[in-house]
């Protein structure tokens, strides 16, 4: 008898899943050899390869300026997420509240949430308390859209925190601030590394928030490639979008040793 027909096999799936990454993948691909054109608009490379974009950039006080903002802001508000995000997840993790569920669902809206709805709301919020185009308003938006991020990271740790160690702890006299800071936050630094990261690239590459809240006084660098792409065609544009994605993959290559390091570890633990 002859084979039931399958409409997918298992080679269709891989060159699919293989087409989307593709897909995904191409339009940053494409930042690098426009980033070293040779050509004073952006446009791809000619004649040759050049680095003179770069050199460009690297000698602007402008894209300099915008570059130090959002290393700036970004350090701020992943280090708020990081605080506030931990806090409520090791709130919610030791809680037995009927209310944890709903803390848990606030705690993830800003990934819900469209970022062009924060976008206004932000605006309207921050228009009557006057930290409009300051970098107070900024680093609060984007430490409130980066929680999500630790929270989640740090709720992961704490499912495969062992309860009894933190027993232990306090059957031998440890105080809660003792038990905390010696034994439970120790044990879920791979949590805390990785929601911290994962906030600084959200703050680091955000630009939507920041098109509504900031004017003249706080230009990041996400926003002037932005107005850039809307103003004009300089290819150092390309050359500054280039360096976010290193940027960032080196930030998430970090993310991934460390998760792994951590899963190895624990596996080891567990085998013992």
Not at 49 to 63: C, P, T
Not at 194 to 208: N, P, R, T
């Amino acid at each position: 008898m002859s084979q039931p027909y399958r409409l997918t096999t298992p080679g269709s799936l891989g060159a699919a899943g293989w087409l989307i990454a593709a897909f995904m993948l191409l339009p940053l691909v494409v930042v690098f050899p426009v980033s070293l054109t040779d050509q004073p608009y952006l446009s791809m490379p000619k004649a040759a390869l050049s680095l003179d974009h770069f050199q460009r950039l690297l000698r602007s006080a402008d894209w300099l300026s915008s570059a130090g903002q959002s290393l700036g802001i970004a350090m701020l508000s992943a280090t708020m997420a990081v605080i506030f995000g931990a806090s409520c997840a090791i709130g919610c993790w030791r809680s037995r509240s009927k209310i944890v569920p709903f803390i848990q669902v606030a705690m993830i809206l800003p990934l819900v949430v469209p970022p062009l709805v924060y976008a206004l709301g932000y605006y309207r919020l921050l228009l009557k308390v006057d930290l409009l185009d300051t970098f107070s308003g900024v680093i609060l938006a984007h430490f409130v859209t980066a929680i999500p991020y630790v929270f989640i990271t740090v709720t992961a740790s704490l499912a495969a925190f062992d309860r009894k160690l933190e027993l232990a702890a306090k059957s031998m006299g440890a105080s809660v601030f003792q038990t905390l800071f010696q034994v439970v936050i120790p044990n879920i630094r791979a949590g805390l590394a990785s929601g911290a990261i994962l906030a600084f690239i959200h703050s680091w590459d955000e630009v939507v928030v920041v098109l509504f809240i900031a004017s003249r006084k706080v230009y990041t660098l996400p926003r002037r490639i932005w107005d850039g792409v809307s103003s004009d065609l300089d290819p150092m544009m390309a050359s500054a979008a280039a360096l976010l994605i290193v940027g960032s993959l080196v930030l998430f290559a970090l993310n991934l040793l460390i998760t792994s390091r951590n899963s190895i570890s624990g596996s080891k633990g567990k085998a013992l």
